[in-house]
């Protein structure tokens, strides 16, 4: 089992820029990639960005490519999301998510709202 938390989400001008966090507990974190997704209202939850388990590797979506960058800290359990250059079009509730099985994300926080104001 792994329980995920987000936080650092909030309400931010257009331009501006947040962290989000999200801490993990239960399984070796260091053992498991993670990502972080987004779901804005009357929309699909959408892929925002992936970290390999060692931190080595990301891949992120067109969308927030050159403003977002996606981290981890496996000594804190935790992973980040920077966003800069925040965008009206980027509010949504983000969620982080493990994938502990290698092929698929099993494990999913709660949510934390980002809203970006024009």
């Given at each position: 089992?792994?329980?995920?938390?987000?936080?650092?989400?909030?309400?931010v001008q257009?331009?501006?820029?947040?962290r989000?966090?999200?801490?993990?507990?239960?399984r070796?974190?260091?053992?498991y990639?993670?990502?972080?997704?987004?779901?804005?209202?009357?929309?699909?939850?959408?892929?925002?960005a992936?970290?390999?388990?060692?931190?080595s590797s990301?891949?992120?979506?067109?969308?927030?490519?050159?403003?977002?960058?996606i981290s981890r800290?496996?000594?804190?359990n935790t992973?980040?999301?920077?966003?800069?250059?925040l965008?009206?079009?980027?509010?949504a509730?983000?969620?982080?998510?493990?994938?502990?099985?290698?092929?698929?994300y099993?494990?999913?926080?709660?949510?934390?709202?980002?809203?970006?104001?024009?």
């Amino acid at each position: 089992q792994v329980q995920l938390v987000e936080s650092g989400g909030g309400l931010v001008q257009a331009g501006g820029s947040l962290r989000l966090s999200c801490a993990a507990s239960g399984r070796p974190f260091s053992r498991y990639a993670m990502g972080w997704f987004r779901q804005a209202p009357g929309k699909e939850r959408e892929f925002v960005a992936r970290i390999t388990w060692t931190g080595s590797s990301t891949n992120y979506a067109d969308s927030v490519k050159g403003r977002f960058t996606i981290s981890r800290d496996n000594a804190k359990n935790t992973v980040y999301l920077q966003m800069n250059l925040l965008k009206p079009e980027d509010t949504a509730v983000y969620y982080c998510a493990a994938d502990t099985r290698g092929y698929s994300y099993d494990y999913w926080g709660q949510g934390t709202q980002v809203t970006v104001s024009s």
